[in-house]
């Protein structure tokens, strides 16, 4: 997983986890009553998210915007790897967030999403809502269940600013919502790029071979890459090559227990 698309996880997450529970036709009102629902988060100080792919550790820290967390990814079964973690990654204030989106965004409609009906919220600017998405992002789109009020899916756009190939969009499907203690959030997102129609007929031949070449790796240099890389991961990069999506499932939450010594300073 990029950087980036850590950072993009980090701020979607802040909207998955504030359920909306009255039925809203502006963004402002959207907004307020995203803002109403989240008390339920006063509650948790700490949580530990095990997925499919990596375990996630967040501490709730207060501020003048209001409660943000600050958290550490560890990816599955990759120690040793420049991929075994991310941290000092903290999701933002959720009241500034919401605001962000409130000023920066704009109301488009209904739109299915599978079997749901839902509120369309469009932000030209990424960057308003997080300075971290800076050239990074073009636009965003919010799709919200408009009888569920969560979060199903975010669309998002990403500048050509890079060489060599590189996805052009980004889309995130979240399913699966439980509520585990007071915390909200969808137990399974699947990430899909176009990565593949972004590719020149070279590059796309390469990718090609590469893909070869993990097929018949001989098993002992297979085995010594899912040692650096953690299988799950391997997996997820040849589906990624192939087009298919990268799915993150939750099995495990714990909420308001304590971290591991250490989990935020890399010991």
């Known amino acids: 997983m990029t950087r980036l698309a850590s950072r993009i996880l980090a701020v979607l997450v802040v909207c998955a986890v504030l359920p909306v529970h009255v039925q809203a036709q502006t963004v402002q ?11 339920h988060l006063e509650n948790v100080e700490t949580y530990i998210l095990t997925t499919n792919l990596y375990t996630s550790y967040h501490k709730r820290v207060d501020s003048d915007t ?42 488009a409609g209904t739109e299915r999403v599978g079997d749901a009906s839902c509120h369309v919220l469009e932000v030209r600017d990424p960057s308003a809502l997080d300075e971290a998405y800076g050239d990074n992002l073009t636009s965003m789109t919010y ?32 399913t699966d919502y439980r509520t585990i203690d007071g915390l909200t959030i969808p137990f399974r997102m699947e990430i899909k790029t176009d990565l593949g129609a972004s590719l020149s007929e070279p590059e796309r031949k390469q990718m090609e071979t590469l893909q070869k070449q993990l097929e018949q790796m001989p098993e002992a240099q297979r085995k010594q890459m899912e040692r650096m890389m953690g299988a ?20 495990e939450v714990s909420v308001n227990v304590p971290l591991p010594e250490g989990i935020f300073d890399g010991s």
């Open 66 to 107: 209001g409660p943000q967390y600050r958290s550490v990814t560890r990816m599955t079964g990759a120690s040793n790897s420049p991929m075994s973690g991310m941290s000092g990654v903290s999701s933002p204030s959720q009241l500034a967030h919401l605001d962000r989106l409130a000023a920066h965004a704009t109301y």
């Open 29 to 39: 009102s959207v907004v307020d009553a995203m803002k109403a629902q989240q008390q």
């Open 232 to 251: 799950e991961q391997l997996k997820q990069l040849q589906a990624m090559m192939s087009g298919k999506p990268t799915v993150i499932e939750v099995q």
């Open 143 to 174: 799709f919200i269940d408009a009888e569920q009020h969560v979060p199903v899916r975010y669309h998002a756009e990403i500048a050509n600013n890079t060489e060599g190939p590189a996805p052009q969009s980004m889309t995130v499907t979240l």
